[in-house]
């Protein structure tokens, strides 16, 4: 880019010596910091499309990112989203729960495994229940339940 | 962004436009970034063939009914709106004080509210319940 070397000049009281606002290192830091705001913002949207509102727990852990994980959206109106898929039926999920599951297995033997549940908070027990025997039938005995530490919707 | 250009034919690139329009979705990004909810999360091992395993000490049974009531071994305990749940805590931290690894089953009616299912997990998770599994 030409931008390198284009300076502005601020007046002083001297004149003698103009010390130059220098554009191309500002420029560069505003990149640097548009391009780690915009990486951010897109991943997290990708884990957070369902339309729902987690639940509240003052003692959960952060969030680990382990290898293998299956994501089970459970939105306000009750439909099983995963995989960009929704209207999801308890044999279908657990099929795709097992073919993910054998895939990471294929890839790393020692993998962890685990499926998260992010399910509304104002829902009842019935579709985690779903989700549950699906994994069940999956052979996945690792589950979570996605929270928000409290104070935050 | 082609202005600037001299008498030769000579084009300048415009730094001032651009640098508007950075920091516009500069402070975007940012807002955007700021109003991300951090996410936590509860773990559970679910019953299955390959998880079952047998303990000698008797289970204790938590069941939550469709009104949020949350019984513990067929007594209730704790009320509706008391989303701490000290009562609860304190008998599930007196019983992994004198078993470690004692087994907790959690029975929640399928008409349950989700929220009251995870404060359960969150006094279980409080007092270092390691044996947890839901139940039918």
């Not at chain 1, 699906?134 to 339940?145: E, L, S, T």
Request: glycine share 10%.
């Amino acid at each position: 880019m030409s931008r390198h070397g284009r300076k502005f000049s601020v007046h002083t009281a001297g004149g003698e010596e103009d010390p130059e606002f220098q554009v191309a290192p500002m420029v560069d830091v505003l990149l640097v910091l548009l391009m780690f705001f915009t990486a951010t913002t897109t991943t997290e949207i990708k884990s957070q499309m369902a339309d729902l509102t987690l639940p509240e727990a003052q003692e959960a852990k952060d969030r680990e990112k382990g290898e293998g994980q299956f994501t089970v959206n459970i939105n306000k109106m009750g439909g099983l989203e995963a995989l960009g898929r929704s209207g999801l039926e308890e044999a279908t999920l657990s099929k795709l729960i097992k073919d993910d599951y054998t895939l990471v297995k294929k890839l790393n033997p020692n993998a962890s495994y685990r499926v998260l549940i992010r399910a509304d908070k104002d829902l009842g027990w019935e579709k985690t229940k779903v989700v549950l025997k699906a994994a069940a039938a999956a052979g996945v005995a690792n589950v979570v339940f996605a929270t928000t530490k409290g104070g935050k919707g | 962004m082609a202005g600037g250009g001299s008498s030769d034919g000579d084009y300048g690139l415009q730094i001032a436009p651009m640098l508007d329009v950075m920091f516009v979705l500069l402070l975007f990004f940012m807002v955007m970034a700021g109003k991300q909810v951090k996410e936590a999360e509860l773990g559970v091992q679910v019953p299955g063939a390959s998880s079952a395993t047998s303990t000698a000490k008797s289970p204790v049974t938590l069941r939550v009914g469709p009104d949020g009531v949350v019984t513990f071994n067929d007594s209730a305990i704790d009320g509706r709106e008391d989303r701490e749940m000290p009562k609860l805590r304190g008998r599930l931290k007196a019983l992994i004080e004198a078993s470690p690894d004692q087994s907790v089953i959690i029975r929640p009616n399928e008409k349950a509210p989700y929220q009251r299912i995870i404060d359960v997990l969150n006094a279980c998770g409080a007092e270092r319940v390691k044996n947890l599994t839901f139940g039918g």
